[in-house]
């Protein structure tokens, strides 16, 4: 399959520039539900509440853009998500910016969360999916360019992840603490939405390196994606931040089931020879492959050198949203009023990391893993 990625560069979140993108990325899908379907889904990242100048979530600006095209075509819009942890989805709304979007334009803000569920078993997963994603003919995906704790990067694929209703996603963390086992759900989960799906958008205008997906460094990398093949957006976009392709632990899998050769995706002459960006990314890289030849007894002692463990700071306003949120109750107060992590309890899935809204949470890292810069 030679899967398509378009790219565009952008100097900031330019309304006129950002509808020009969408409605030419979209004008080369041949999808017949564009025309057909009435009711569209766009499925931003909303990981929490973060104003958009943090460059955690999804621009309202790109969402404006998209909604704008699909109310001039005559389609009924819901904008929806399920933000991790325990966050209010009303507060997720005001603070990221679409609380405005949905007093200025006729769409339906949509918390995944409460919309019910369907059920499906792929492999040995079984998922939760909103009923919202099965009530929609149109499926835009709008994911934010990021580095990630767990994964390494955040794009199309991961962003699928808030379809997942409410605080079970925290149970599967619970159930897939490790990467390579969360990576197997997260396939499992686009292998169920797949073919649903209708388009791919990436804004990779303002983004994030660092420690993704929300304490890191927010970034401008002038750079907006699109493409109807979730693993080729993220391929190449991750590629131009500068990962490989073993680096992102769910790439060749999610490339091999399309069929997609990586020296074939078609993207614009002006980016074949585009640099990659200096992108900071020492903090999240995956190096798996280090140990996977060795015997069992050396890998066991290796861990026991190289961990990372996520520590609550002198910077904690103690919301308790980490205590809340911890999908293995890990977390619990203490009598001075402060949180602490039972470090013999805690499965190192940095939920709190990346939910906690004050970024109160650091990563601790063994002498080896500081030196490896893995």
């Known amino acids: 399959m030679n899967a398509k990625v378009q790219i565009r560069k952008m100097e900031g979140y330019d309304l006129q520039q950002l509808q020009d993108a969408v409605a030419s990325y979209l004008k080369s899908v041949r999808n017949p539900k564009l025309n057909r379907a009435k009711r569209v889904l766009i499925k931003p990242n909303l990981l929490g509440a973060y104003p958009p100048h943090k460059a955690v979530t999804t621009h309202p600006m790109v969402v404006e853009a998209i909604i704008r095209h699909f109310l001039d075509k005559g389609k009924e819009v819901w904008v929806g998500d399920s933000p991790g942890g325990t966050v209010a989805v009303e507060s997720v709304w005001e603070t990221c910016g679409y609380k405005d979007l949905a007093r200025r334009y006729p769409i339906k803000l949509v918390n995944l969360s409460t919309m019910g569920f369907r059920e ?175 015997p069992e007894f050396v890998r066991k002692g290796f861990h026991q050198l190289y961990y990372k463990q996520p520590v609550i700071s002198e910077d904690c306003k103690r919301c308790g949203i980490c205590v809340r949120s911890c999908p293995v109750k890990a977390i619990a107060w203490q009598e001075d009023g402060f949180p602490k992590i039972d470090e013999k309890e805690c499965i190192r899935c940095m939920c709190c990391h990346e939910l906690c809204p004050h970024h109160a949470v650091y990563i601790k890292r063994s002498w080896v893993a500081r030196i490896s810069r893995l």
């Open 120 to 294: 499906i078993q792929k492999g040995e997963n079984t998922l939760r999916i909103s009923e919202a994603f099965w009530r929609c003919g149109i499926i835009i995906n709008v994911a934010k360019y990021k580095t990630h704790s767990l994964m390494a990067y955040t794009g199309a694929l991961k962003n699928l992840y808030g379809l997942v209703p409410g605080l079970i996603k925290s149970d599967y963390h619970r159930q897939h603490p490790d990467t390579n086992s969360f990576a197997r759900l997260l396939l499992d989960l686009w292998e169920i939405t797949r073919k649903r799906i209708t388009y791919n958008f990436i804004d990779g205008i303002m983004g994030m390196d660092g420690a993704g997906p929300s304490a890191g460094n927010p970034r401008y990398f002038g750079l907006f994606f699109g493409s109807e093949s979730v693993p080729a957006v993220d391929y190449i976009a991750s590629k131009m931040m500068g990962f490989r392709l073993h680096d992102i632990p769910y790439m060749h899998d999610a490339l091999h089931t399309e069929g997609i050769l990586p020296s074939r995706i078609q993207i614009p002459t002006s980016f074949k020879d585009y640099p990659v960006f200096d992108a900071d990314l020492g903090v999240v890289k995956l190096r798996k492959d280090l140990l996977k030849y060795l």
